[in-house]
């Protein structure tokens, strides 16, 4: 079973799907920082497509998690 969480305070602010989005990023940015991985100018990044997005989140259309993401 897979379970997604979010951030209430992102979600009162950009809605839930952005919150989710949130959270998922924020996850691999700091995996990425306990990792030493994906450093670039000072900052600590991850990536991902619409279409990985799709995958990871199959409830969510693209044109959702485009709108989520211009909110973020």
Known sequence: MTEHHFNVEVAKECGVNASILFTNIYFWVE?????????????????NSMKAFSE?????SQKQINTALKKL
């Open 56 to 60: 990871l989140f199959p409830y969510l």
């Open 31 to 47: 995996h990425n920082r306990a990792n030493g991985a994906n450093f670039h100018d000072g900052t600590y990044w991850t990536f």
